[in-house]
Structures are given as structure tokens and as C-alpha cells.
């Protein structure tokens, strides 16, 4: 990247190393902002681990010598999103960087975040506090000169993960580098990837420190987890060191070939408690604050993963499983194999879903004299069941089929309901 301005340069050697990242448009905008003011940016983090790992790159982090005050004032539309610890979300067009200052930290009393913060001009320092050394890497886009004072990328080249200094200082200043260290080994990886020994061992004598991490950001750990390539590396992995057990307590075993379905939360989940009652998954989602749309999808799979539908409910089936169809016939996958969801995805092609109720609320009243209230609800969808299961493309044909039920019955209680199985 040759531009006028390139900034000040790191306080440490690094090696030439062109073209590592692709930059942006709206990436060159925000570095050369910065560098027009003298200041120091490198890309660091997990954008150099995934560059130099030839895998996909996710979001780009970016480190300033500057304080967070003034990346504020170069960028009026930036976001301070943790300013107390020296981030700051810059937009430049439709993209997201996020600007974190040179910093020293220190007093992790709580073993979750540091108290004592000071913003710095070194970049060395500002590495030699991160996690591990994969992560402890940056790249100055101006000069292509890579960082790499902790061997970080022999680590990746080697798949081995290990702290910068010493691992129990560094696991109980934060206890969720347990759990990020579980997805460094099969997340955005084309391999398994181990612990060092000093990493394991500090991991299993400070196992009792997640306790202290809130729920939220368990989960932001976790569900990344679950989606990774390799989800049942990291969950064996949990399970032999008693991780998982100490996140849930309920799972006795990792089901084989996890990773063979899709990688989606909700769907992983319901195989993960594939051996438990749904209240354990209802608990564990309650536990960890979970959206509402992860919630209620991951429980809707979990009751119906190992219902297979018979050809004469595939109407109702399409219905009712919803959006969630491709995700459900993943488990049917996992448990009765690929030639018969091909048979059935097949069946399925030309069965459309969300069908909306041919009779409305209004006409229904119209038919039949009914007023608002509990029973107009149940026949309408008594309606839209029979519509669903007879293929019935015309209002005309429910208005057949009220001839022939008995809606007039005072035990609407016991009519069907729209659902399945």
C-alpha cells in the first residue's frame, strides 16, 4: 500500500511480508484518516491468524497509538463501543473496523477484566498482553511489515496453541480464554489444531474461574463453538477436561459426527441434548440469555429432530416446520440417513410453506354466525389444517368442507389444531 502517509512505525522488528490482506476501499479510507495524522494503525488480531492460516478472513481489528478521544474526533460518525478499554467502532461506508488504542493493563483482581488501563505509544507492549500467541501478531499495511514477536505464526504453522507468557497469569486475568482456546482448535482452521501442556494443565486447575464470566459472554464463546469446522474436536475436548461438564452439567456424552450437520446454533444444540429431556435445553438457553428466535428454534428441533413425516403429512409437515425445514432434515440426516432425506427433500420440492389460511376470520363469521372469541380461533384453524392436508386452493372448497364437520359442536376443545406430528 503506497500512500503519502504511513505513520509512525512500530517499536519493533518485524519481516517483510506484501499483499497478507486484501484491503478494502473503505479500509485504505480509514487507515490513511489515521496515518494522515501521524499516528501509528496496524491490523491485528484474528485478521493476520485467519490471513496467514489461508482461511476466510472475518472482521478486521485494528490497533492506534493514539487515544480513543481522537479517533473520535477524526471520525464523527465513529462509535465509542468500549471506550473505558480504548475501542472505538469506526464506519466507513458499509463496513465496520474496530479501533482499539495501544494499551497497558493491569489488576484482572475480578479475573475478568483489567482495572487499570493506560494508553500507550508501543506496539510491542500492546502485544505482549494478548492471549495467545496466534493472536499476538500485527501487520502494518503501509510498510507490509508483519509483527510477530511470540512466534505466533510458527504456532499456527505447528497447530498449537499456546499463551503469550506465562498460562495460568494469563487464564485467571480473564477465565474466558478457557473457552476461546476451545474454539482457536476448530474454529476458522483447515485442521485440528492442540494445547500446548502448560496450556492444558492451567486449564484444568482453573476450571472453577468461568464461574466468574458472565453468562453473555460464555455465549459468545460457545456459540462459535458450536459453528465451527471441527465442533467435535473442541466438545471432546471440553468433555476430557471437564469443561463442558462445568458449563452443562447435563451432557454425558458429545454425540459422534456432530460436525456433519449443519452449522447452525440451533440445529447443533438439539443434537447436543439429543440424549436429554427438552427442559435440560430449555434450562441451559434460559441460562445463557439466548435470543428468543435461537431459543424457541433450538427447542422446536430438539422435539421434532427424530420425527421423520409420513408422505401423507407432508403438507402439514411443510407447514408447520416452517423455515426451520432444511435445518430439521439435517437431523433427520444425522438419524436415518442420506438416501432417505434425499427421497424426501425431493418429495417436499414443490410443497410450498407458509401457506397463509384460505378463511379469514370475517368470512368465517360471515359462514357461520360465529362471533369473535376462543371458538372462531379454533375452527379457523381446524380450516386451514383440512385446507393444508386436502391441497384445497379455493374458498369455495372450505366452504364445502363446513358442510361436512361438525363446527356447530359445543366441545371445540377437542377439535384438531394446526400442528405436527
Keep these: 500500500m503506497s500512500d503519502p502517509f504511513c505513520g509512525r512505525e512500530a517499536d519493533l522488528k518485524g519481516v517483510h511480508t506484501p499483499n497478507l490482506i486484501d484491503l478494502s476501499d ?5 487507515l490513511n484518516k489515521i496515518a494522515e495524522q501521524g499516528a501509528g494503525v496496524w491490523i491485528v488480531g484474528g485478521a493476520i491468524r485467519d490471513a496467514l492460516a489461508s482461511v476466510p478472513i472475518g472482521d478486521i481489528d485494528l490497533a492506534v497509538d493514539i487515544p480513543p478521544q481522537e479517533i473520535l474526533s477524526i471520525f464523527e460518525s465513529a462509535i465509542p463501543t468500549g471506550i473505558d478499554y480504548g475501542t472505538v467502532t469506526i464506519r466507513a461506508g458499509d463496513s465496520f473496523f474496530e479501533c482499539t488504542t495501544t494499551r497497558i493493563e493491569s489488576d484482572y483482581s475480578d479475573g475478568r477484566r483489567p482495572k487499570v488501563v493506560k494508553w500507550g505509544q508501543s506496539l510491542s507492549e500492546d502485544l505482549s ?4 500467541t496466534i493472536n499476538a501478531m500485527a501487520w502494518d499495511p503501509f510498510r507490509e ?6 512466534k505466533g505464526r510458527n504456532d499456527l504453522e505447528s497447530g498449537i496453541i499456546q499463551t503469550v507468557g506465562k498460562a495460568e497469569s494469563r487464564i485467571l486475568e480473564d477465565a474466558l480464554r478457557i473457552l476461546r482456546a476451545y474454539r482457536l482448535m ?4 483447515k485442521s485440528v489444531r492442540r494445547f500446548s501442556t502448560k496450556l492444558s494443565q492451567a486449564i484444568k486447575e482453573n476450571k472453577s474461574a468461568l464461574s466468574r464470566i458472565s453468562s453473555e459472554r460464555i455465549w459468545q464463546e460457545f456459540s462459535q463453538i458450536l459453528r465451527s469446522e471441527f465442533v467435535n474436536a473442541s466438545l471432546n475436548k471440553m468433555k476430557n477436561d471437564q469443561i463442558l461438564n462445568t458449563l452443562i452439567p447435563e451432557i454425558n456424552e458429545v454425540p459422534p459426527s456432530l460436525n456433519s450437520v449443519q452449522p447452525v446454533i440451533s440445529v447443533r444444540l438439539a443434537l447436543l441434548f439429543r440424549q436429554n429431556h427438552i427442559n435440560d435445553l430449555k434450562k441451559f438457553l434460559n441460562e445463557m440469555k439466548v435470543s428468543n428466535t435461537i431459543k424457541q428454534n433450538s427447542m422446536t428441533l430438539h422435539d421434532k429432530a427424530k420425527q421423520l413425516p409420513r408422505e401423507m403429512d407432508l403438507r402439514l409437515y411443510a407447514e408447520i416446520i416452517g423455515d426451520l425445514r432444511e435445518n430439521h432434515l439435517s437431523l433427520l440426516e444425522y438419524e436415518y440417513g442420506e438416501d432417505i432425506v434425499i427421497d424426501l427433500r425431493q418429495k417436499l ?15 368465517i363469521m360471515q359462514a357461520t354466525g360465529l362471533q369473535p372469541g376462543e371458538k372462531l380461533g379454533r375452527l379457523k384453524n381446524w380450516l386451514h389444517r383440512i385446507q393444508l392436508e386436502r391441497n384445497i386452493t379455493h374458498l369455495d372448497g372450505i366452504e364445502s368442507v363446513l358442510c361436512t364437520i361438525p363446527w356447530t359442536s359445543s366441545n371445540f376443545e377437542d377439535w384438531p389444531t394446526l400442528s405436527w406430528p
Design 26 to 30: 473503505n479500509l485504505r479510507f480509514v
Design 129 to 132: 498482553r494478548r492471549d495467545f
Design 145 to 150: 511489515i508483519l509483527y510477530d514477536p511470540y
Design 186 to 189: 476448530s474454529h476458522h482452521t
Design 349 to 363: 420440492k414443490n410443497i410450498p410453506q407458509n401457506t397463509p389460511p384460505l378463511a379469514s376470520g370475517d368470512w
